[in-house]
């Protein structure tokens, strides 16, 4: 490394640490723990308790892909996001203040936390082991490559912590997201078809499957269908180590900010 190089990397540390301390200390404060409270009773069941993820995004990043500023947050807290699970939030302006007081103090516990596998290799083992063949990811605004059968995977670095990470890789069915949840249907005849619903009514029924074909049913012509207690995501727990350290990696290090 240059003189130049590790002047740089030295003055980035300081900055950390500096950040790091007055993060901590603004969780310590009187503002900072009533708004831990307002986060443990309106928050924690979809962040998390430590806003490490869950049906929510991680909020342990400290990088919100709608919320640069404080005030920004504060909107999108009170707003919700539109097409997500987010709702409105009926807090008085001034506890939703002291609630993002305490949200941003969650960005230190992640601030450090780096993945311990090699991502370029990660990279390598996604390819190999047909995660594109359900999920996709878009590249320098380009046309997002993969499949759709599971949630797509630009930002997954950003919204999810290491922990859920590996948690979803190794125990898919744990943590499913409402909007893909499996579906079977048998018919009559005794085909049976494994896949996404994509929509339902009283009289049909319209799901994909792995390999993205399209299936439309009357709900006459189904001896019985079914929604999955189980991911249609297999699990990789047996992986190597140094393959699922390596696949966690990549997928942390995805993090498009217009996602």
Known sequence: MTVVGWWRQAVTTRRMVLWLWA???????????????????????????DGEGGRGINLTTGQYRLSRTDDDLLRVIQTGVPGTEMPPSRLPVADIRLLVTWVRSLGAAGALEK???????????????????????????????GGSLGPPLDSIGLRRSLKFLRDALVTPDAYIAREYVGTTA???????????????????????????????FRKSSLAEYQRLDSSLMPSYGKLSPTDLNNLIAYLSSLRAANK
Not at 26 to 32: D, T, V
């Open 23 to 49: 993060a901590v200390a603004l969780a310590q404060s009187p503002a900072g723990q009533q708004g831990r409270q307002f986060y443990l009773g309106h928050c924690a069941h979809c962040h998390g308790p």
């Open 115 to 145: 993945a311990t596998g090699d991502a370029a290799a990660g990279a390598l083992v996604y390819r190999n082991t047909g995660c594109a063949r359900c999920h996709s990811i878009q590249v320098n605004g380009g046309q997002a490559k």
């Open 186 to 216: 048998q018919t009559k005849a005794g085909q049976l078809f494994r896949g996404l619903r994509l929509n339902e009514d009283d009289y049909s029924l319209q799901l994909r499957d792995a390999d993205e074909r399209l299936h439309s």
